[in-house]
T-cell receptor, first 114, second 113 residues
Framework: NAGVMQNPRHLVRRRGQEARLRCSPM?????VYWYRQLPEEGLKFMVY????????ESGMPKERFSAEFPKEGPSILRIQQVVRGDSAAYFC????????????FGPGTRLLVL | KQEVTQIPAALSVPEGENLVLNCSFT??????LQWFRQDPGKGLTSLLL?????REQTSGRLNASLDKSSGRSTLYIAASQPGDSATYLC????????????FGKGTHLIIQP
């Protein structure tokens, strides 16, 4: 049973470009969470999705950020018009049950905005 | 709003020592508490999950305890090894509000050979 997969592992973008981060949850998991880890900061929750639905996006910036988890395919975290402050590690986690079940984390995507 | 604090922020000890990492949380209405390990440039590895009804959980040389009433958890590492060097994070799930885990900032542990 493969773990949570994220790609790309590293992503470099110039200011103003778009970044698309992908997350494939563990087999049998329908709950996906995105977290951001800024340099020298702890992990912060961004958004929680369950197949085709955004359940909670209270941790996600209101502008430029969006997330989806389609019926088929991976979950996507999309950042439009990236700025240097978006440089961070973005982690995806999945769980079989809801947020109070064990969450399994992917290796992360490290985004660098030049 | 739940806040999670980890003390110490960093710890360096000689190989073979037993050590304790601390985690405190402000809202004691938690469902469980999870300890993770993060290696540099890598993702998180789940070490132990303690349900709110449990007092402790053990896995190999690791033992985690939970005292909900005082809002504290400890991670005990016995007979530390250089391979234990990593950042250790504790996290609690939502009791209300946001649906993601709330993390502490971690304890950066270095085990000297």
């Amino acid at each position: 049973n493969a773990g949570v997969m994220q790609n790309p592992r590293h992503l470099v973008r110039r200011r103003g470009q778009e970044a698309r981060l992908r997350c494939s949850p563990m087999k049998g998991h329908s709950h996906v969470y995105w977290y951001r880890q800024l340099p020298e900061e702890g992990l912060k929750f961004m958004v929680y999705l369950q197949k085709e639905n955004i359940i909670d996006e209270s941790g996600m910036p209101k502008e430029r950020f969006s997330a989806e988890f389609p019926k088929e395919g991976p979950s996507i975290l999309r950042i439009q018009q990236v700025v240097r402050g978006d440089s961070a590690a973005y982690f995806c986690a999945s769980s079989r049950t809801g947020p109070q079940g064990t969450q399994y984390f992917g290796p992360g995507t490290r985004l660098l905005v030049l | 709003k739940q806040e999670v604090t980890q003390i110490p922020a960093a710890l360096s000890v000689p190989e073979g020592e037993n050590l304790v990492l601390n985690c405190s949380f402000t809202d004691s209405a938690i469902y469980n508490l999870q300890w993770f390990r993060q290696d540099p440039g890598k993702g998180l590895t789940s070490l132990l999950l303690i349900q709110s009804s449990q007092r402790e959980q053990t896995s190999g040389r690791l033992n985690a305890s939970l005292d909900k009433s005082s809002g504290r958890s400890t991670l005990y590492i016995a007979a530390s090894q250089p391979g234990d060097s990593a950042t250790y994070l504790c996290a609690v799930p939502p009791g209300g509000g946001a649906d993601g885990l709330t993390f502490g900032k971690g304890t950066h542990l270095i085990i000297q050979p």
